[in-house]
């Protein structure tokens, strides 16, 4: 199936089509199990600039610092239970896919005291993501994070191009196909 989705990917490239649609019909194409909850934009939206806070203590930052890569954006907190449970796929994730491309942000939401943040992360074995913070929610509130965890891909122009609501079996084929395809995808010129 997926040499079949990447043929026409690559024909409607071909033929002068919006590299961002592609990859919207290309992803929407790979959903398959949990990753059928992902809802894939028709156009790419405008993500928000609240700050938020860096792992230890390291200042402040916002999406826009991250421009140039695909983004998975995990808004998740510590005491619930789905967020827990999807951690150490969306670690395995970082570290298959991981680098210049491609980079899983985790952001805890609302009261999650570091320490507790480092406690989980010690437990679960997750060695390869952010420990980064929002504790006043501003950056969810403005992202329209209600309810956790919520995932969002971000194209490297810092645009949301997908998103879900709830957890998901962030190690199933489906998933790995649809990070593998955007790191593939072709940027906008």
Not at 92 to 114: C, H, M, W
Not at 140 to 146: E, L, N, P, T
Not at 148 to 171: C, F, H, K, N, Y
Request: proline fraction near 5%; aromatic fraction near 6%; charge should be negative.
């Amino acid at each position: 199936m997926r040499s079949v989705v990447l043929a026409f990917v690559y024909t409607a490239l071909a033929l002068g089509a919006n590299p961002a649609v592609a990859a919207s019909t290309e992803i929407s194409a790979l959903r398959e199990g949990d990753m059928k909850k992902l809802a894939v934009h028709e156009s790419p939206q405008a993500t928000s600039d609240a700050a938020f806070d860096l792992e230890d203590g390291g200042g402040k930052a916002s999406l826009t610092d991250f421009r140039g890569k695909h983004l998975l954006v995990n808004f998740w907190a510590t005491w619930c239970a789905p967020c827990r449970t999807e951690m150490p796929q969306l670690n395995a994730l970082q570290k298959q896919y991981g680098g210049e491309d491609f980079q899983v942000l985790t952001i805890a939401t609302g009261r999650n005291s570091p320490e507790g943040i480092q406690r989980f992360f010690d437990e679960a074995g997750i060695d390869s993501l952010p420990r980064h913070q929002d504790p006043k929610q501003a950056l969810a509130s403005q992202m329209g994070v209600f309810g956790l965890p919520i995932t969002v891909l971000i194209d490297p122009e810092g645009r949301e191009i997908a998103r879900m609501q709830g957890d998901a079996d962030w190690s199933s084929d489906s998933a790995k196909a649809i990070i593998a395809a955007l790191i593939e995808a072709e940027p906008e010129s």
